[in-house]
């Protein structure tokens, strides 16, 4: 018997579809040929695990859907950004932002040296407090 034509016959007696006198025949056929009965164990094996492979997916698809539908509702009702999207940006735009931060930096550094050198009275804070530090100086010593 090929192996098609025993599928076709233990799908049908697993799902109960077998009259009473072919399942009789079928269970006689199965004691008395151990070829055929290891053919029917085999495919009975393979069917059981493809169903319980089925349920593995489709309960990782369900997994994945609820994952997304979270992550959706909380970037919707807390106004986050999923972090996806964030990276995602992070590596389009990586580039620009380096380089607005660079001009930035520089911009920074020379605003303050153009306020330090046009500043009147330099360091008119600072001496009467460094002043105060070399008295206490010379007299701990």
């Not at 072919?22 to 094996?45: G, M, P, Q, W």
């Not at 607005?100 to 050198?117: E, N, T």
């Amino acid at each position: 018997m090929e192996d098609i034509q025993i599928a076709e016959l233990v799908d049908r007696y697993l799902k109960g579809e077998m009259g009473d006198h072919e399942l009789v025949n079928f269970e006689h056929v199965r004691k008395t040929d151990s070829a055929f009965n290891k053919a029917v164990i085999d495919e009975i094996y393979f069917i059981k695990h493809l169903e319980h492979t089925g349920k593995i997916i489709s309960l990782k698809a369900k997994l994945a859907e609820a994952k997304k539908n979270q992550i959706h509702t909380n970037s919707t009702h807390q106004g986050l950004v999923p972090q996806a999207k964030l990276i995602a940006i992070w590596k389009k735009h990586r580039k620009t932002i380096a380089v607005a931060a660079s001009i930035a930096i520089v911009v920074s550094a020379a605003c303050a040296s153009v306020i330090s050198i046009f500043s009147p009275g330099k360091n008119t804070h600072l001496k009467p407090l460094v002043d105060k530090i070399k008295e206490q100086d010379v007299k701990y010593k």
